[in-house]
């Protein structure tokens, strides 16, 4: 991104901005009412230059104390909002008395996502001013008058009846779907639940049958609580996993352990398959051939809800792990941890908080893909986002600077060497694209794919799978006809 071009979108945040003040509750400037309108054009839009050339990044010189964390994380510290273990029982005494707020599954995702630091500097369920700026801006102006990228809004919805229990009190406990306490949000801010606007900002439309809006806001109250959190507990859910689940912390420190000098991070929510392996390898080379000596992969599969139709977290990491067994990928230059965000498959928007919270995790190389984030329109047959604009919007975002972006080189399978290959558009009729539903529905229907498509130990994982559901299924039909 050229220099003029980072100036001109700083100086219109300022001016959408107006004059701030700092919120001493949450370090992050409040904007003032302006009291008259400042108009303004965009006479830069055109020189934007979508792709940064890998050739022309920065390569680091050597000591001989490798630290990984070549990035600063947003805000400069990682935020940390479990109570340590010493004070926990007087914690937990404490929002017991408190009046409670109940949350869903997917709240206690969010309460992981933001305790553990991935949302850094975010210390908790965003308050209007914060709310407003993650939804007009897609970034937050943090004490320092620096901006921080903050794509989607992290909010907790209320219905009326919470609101009229909570009445005057500073603080509220927060109890888990089993009623479980899970930590205190202190010095609240009630606000209006504005649904039709957050819908419309975040995804661009309004059509129903987005399957984040059907599941989380549709149903949620018509009010957004925000405050500073305290968790009493680290997040786990005893699902077998909780080994992947790799906080941002422990993720440097397993940088630093494997000195690596350059960490490059490549998200996904399907199985992998040979041809995003050979993205991987390939540009594991590619940083070797710039001058990095240790780059190391962050395979970082998405945790959190997703869509009823993908496959489920515990087969993708069943999955994953052979193909690491298979040594598609290099165990030892390979890290996979599970990211625990929920998932709004709200294309350009929402790949920037994918983006912002690997840096988070010290990652200073992001790989994009065709269409991240994205999904089919919910009532047309076409994509919902432009394919390309991802990328090109990962390329121009405030806040993300500091982040190498790597746009996803499209693999295929090349017919005539019979494996997967970066595509050729000169000889393309010899390649075949085969699509993740193309994929599940080889499985679904016990076809296997072609020879090289994906490593037989990770094809049999989700051929199992498949198997098991059109059984249970079958159990279920048997059950309705006999009852």
């Known amino acids: 991104m050229s220099l003029a071009v980072k100036l001109h979108i700083t100086n219109q945040l300022n001016l959408n901005l107006g004059q701030t003040s700092i919120n001493k509750k949450t370090k992050f400037y409040t904007p003032k009412i302006r009291t008259k309108p400042i108009y303004h054009s965009n006479p830069l839009i055109s020189t934007t230059s979508y792709n940064k050339p890998i050739t022309t990044m920065h390569v680091p010189s050597y000591s001989s104390s490798i630290k990984s964390s070549l990035i600063d994380p947003d805000g400069g510290a990682l935020v940390d909002l479990v109570v340590p273990e010493r004070e926990r029982a007087k914690k937990k005494l404490e929002a017991e008395a408190l009046p409670p707020v109940r949350l869903t599954k997917i709240d206690v995702e969010w309460v992981h996502v933001i305790s553990e630091g991935w949302a850094s500097p975010l210390r908790g369920f965003m308050r209007e001013s914060e709310y407003l700026q993650s939804l007009h801006f897609n ?12 794509s989607l809004p992290i909010v907790l919805a209320i219905d009326d009846d919470t609101k009229t229990r909570i009445g005057s009190s500073p603080n509220v406990g927060l109890v888990g779907p089993n009623g479980d306490l899970v930590g205190i949000l202190r010095s609240i801010e009630i606000y209006k639940h504005n649904k039709e606007e957050r819908i419309a900002r975040t995804w661009g439309t309004t059509t129903p049958g987005l399957p984040y809006v059907e599941e989380v806001i549709t149903p949620a109250g018509n009010w957004l609580v925000g405050g500073d959190l305290e968790v009493l507990n680290p997040i786990k859910y005893s699902d077998g996993l909780d080994h992947y689940r790799l906080s941002p912390q422990q993720l440097r420190k397993e940088f630093d352990r494997r000195q690596a000098d350059a960490v490059f991070a490549f998200q996904l929510r399907n199985p992998v398959h040979n041809g995003h392996a050979l993205l991987m390898n390939d540009t594991r080379k590619r940083l070797l051939e710039m001058g990095y000596k240790n780059p190391i992969l962050l395979l970082h599969p998405l945790g959190g809800f997703t ?32 990211f625990p965000s929920p998932m709004h498959y709200a294309g350009p928007t929402e790949v920037q908080w994918h983006a912002k919270a690997r840096i988070n995790a010290g990652a200073n190389f992001y790989i994009v893909g065709r269409d991240p984030a994205g999904m089919g329109h919910p009532t047309e047959k076409r994509d919902l986002y432009d394919p390309d604009h991802g990328k ?23 017919t005539v060497e019979k494996k997967m290959a970066f595509f050729e558009p000169s000889r393309a009729k010899d390649f075949l694209f085969i699509s993740g539903t193309k994929m599940r529905t080889y499985a679904r229907t016990g076809e296997n794919p072609p020879d090289g498509f994906m490593c037989p130990a990770g094809w049999n994982v989700l051929v199992k799978y498949y198997e098991s559901l059109q059984a249970e299924e079958a159990l279920q039909q048997q059950a309705v006809l006999t009852s």
Not at 139 to 150: A, D, I, K, T
Not at 311 to 327: F, I, W, Y
């Open 392 to 414: 090109k919007v990962l390329s121009m975002a405030p806040g993300l600077e500091k982040l190498n972006i790597l746009p996803f080189r499209v693999a295929a399978y090349d």
């Open 307 to 338: 869509k009823a139709d993908d496959v489920p977290l515990d087969v993708r990491m069943e999955q994953h792990s052979k193909v690491l067994e298979d040594g598609i990928l290099d165990p030892e230059t390979t890290i996979v941890a599970i």
């Open 139 to 150: 970034c937050l102006r943090v004490e320092s008058g620096s901006l921080v990228n903050m």
